[in-house]
């Protein structure tokens, strides 16, 4: 027979290894009857061996007949313990899935702490156990104390950054875990951290604040669309005054600059905290077609902005007359001249565009004068420097 008595435990183990290899359920069932043996009072360390081999038969029936996952062997360890240390996920999930019907006993059990005060997290996350602590944060992550920390000040945070594990760090940063808990030599994570993954850290801590301009960074469309159909507001700013546009624009994303410009509506004269708007930033990273996409939806929107201001949408006085008749013979006057020298077989007729004369002349006039002959952005500019000319903002 075997209770909760250890000394004895290893010599008697070899009389279960038939049922944990058949995983015969029943068989261990009739056994533990037979031999007066309460479940309740099974050694922790066994019950790992049915763990160990997955055998899944023997472990339902033994969850369903009373085993006590309270249970701890000599070094105050249960079961989850010894599970996470090895890295049973497999076994994690199937034991975790049936405790879940009773919510208080499971945060017990999850944050139990061993004779080192290790949970049965850090020990995963000790032991880098990536699947296992992965598996765990994502059944048991409501019933998880993670800044908990062992006999040395460490936390299972502390445990990943000194192993460099990226992931698990993510992981726990995300979650919520603290990164200035000091350690027995006071040390905070920030203090452990390689410089790489101080970087990830200032990343995943960036995305959690500002989760729109994250995904913009890394060229995430799905998600950006995703919050534009919820109604999100998409031109909010970060602590550097930059826009999800921005973001995009720095790094090239030209569908997603596309998508925020042409559907979102997003203005791209928004200028961040150092005065730049998305274009400077794709100038900066040489990001051509960007650049190009940009600058002509700039000229689109100058040209619609000036045709709607007041100052055209009345007539234009003699002193802005005079600023146009400038721009005109600067700008337009040229431009016309040398379409004109390059058109064959073209005779006088009224395709060569006309200075401008007399006070009534009106924006419409002006830009559909110019506009046909010249294009838009030739256009643009003239509309600019008259509007510039008054003092007048734009964008």
């Known amino acids: 027979m075997l209770g909760t008595n250890s000394s004895n435990s290893s010599a008697k183990f070899a009389e279960y290894n038939k049922f944990i290899e058949k995983d015969d359920a029943q068989e261990l069932q009739r056994y533990l009857m037979e031999n007066n043996i309460k479940i309740n009072s099974l050694d922790v360390d066994l019950v790992l061996k049915f763990v160990e081999n997955n055998s899944g038969d023997c472990i339902a029936m033994l969850l369903e007949n009373g085993f006590n996952l309270k249970s701890k062997n000599s070094n105050r360890q249960n079961i989850f313990h010894l599970i996470c240390e090895k890295g049973l996920s497999v076994s994690l999930e199937h034991i975790i899935t049936?405790?879940?019907?009773?919510?208080?006993?499971?945060?017990?059990?999850?944050?139990?702490?061993?004779?080192?005060?290790?949970?049965?997290?850090?020990?995963?996350?000790?032991?880098?156990?990536?699947?296992?602590?992965?598996?765990?944060?994502?059944?048991?992550?409501?019933?998880?104390?993670?800044?908990?920390?062992?006999?040395?000040?460490?936390?299972?945070?502390?445990?990943?950054?000194?192993?460099?594990n990226e992931k698990l760090a993510g992981k726990l940063i995300t979650l919520g875990a603290s990164l200035e808990i000091e350690n027995a030599q006071s040390k905070t994570i920030k203090d452990l951290a390689s410089d790489k993954l101080?970087?990830?850290?200032?990343?995943?801590?960036?995305?959690?604040?500002?989760?729109?301009?994250?995904?913009?960074?890394?060229?995430?469309?799905?998600?950006?669309?995703?919050?534009?159909?919820?109604?999100?507001?998409?031109?909010?700013?970060?602590n550097l005054g930059n826009t999800p546009l921005h973001y995009a624009a720095l790094n090239g994303h030209l569908e997603l600059v596309r998508f925020l410009v042409n559907s979102a509506k997003m203005p791209i004269g928004i200028k961040n905290f150092n005065n730049e708007t998305s274009y400077h930033l794709a100038v900066r990273n040489q990001h051509q077609l960007v650049v190009q996409f940009l600058n002509r939806q700039y000229y689109a929107d100058l040209a619609a902005c000036?045709?709607?201001?007041?100052?055209?949408?009345?007539?234009?006085?003699?002193?802005?007359?005079?600023?146009?008749t400038?721009?005109?013979?600067?700008?337009?006057?040229?431009q016309a001249h040398t379409n004109a020298n390059n058109r064959s077989n073209s005779s006088a007729d009224n395709s060569g565009v006309q200075a401008p004369a007399g006070n009534n002349i009106t924006a419409g006039e002006l830009v559909t004068r110019v506009g046909t002959n010249i294009g838009a952005e030739l256009t643009t500019k003239v509309i600019a420097r008259v509007i510039t000319k008054q003092g007048c903002n734009l964008l």
Do not use: C, W
């Open 198 to 238: 101080k970087k990830n850290i200032e990343d995943i801590l960036f995305a959690k604040q500002f989760p729109l301009h994250a995904s913009a960074k890394a060229g995430d469309l799905s998600k950006i669309r995703e919050a534009y159909a919820n109604n999100s507001k998409l031109d909010v700013i970060d």
């Open 326 to 334: 400038t721009s005109y013979n600067h700008f337009v006057a040229p």
């Open 98 to 164: 049936y405790v879940k019907k009773d919510p208080e006993l499971l945060k017990q059990v999850l944050d139990a702490q061993d004779s080192k005060f290790r949970t049965p997290l850090i020990l995963a996350v000790k032991s880098n156990q990536n699947h296992t602590a992965t598996k765990l944060l994502a059944l048991a992550k409501d019933r998880l104390d993670i800044d908990k920390y062992d006999d040395l000040g460490n936390t299972a945070l502390h445990y990943a950054v000194m192993n460099d």
């Open 306 to 324: 000036a045709i709607a201001h007041p100052i055209f949408q009345s007539a234009v006085s003699g002193v802005i007359q005079g600023a146009i």
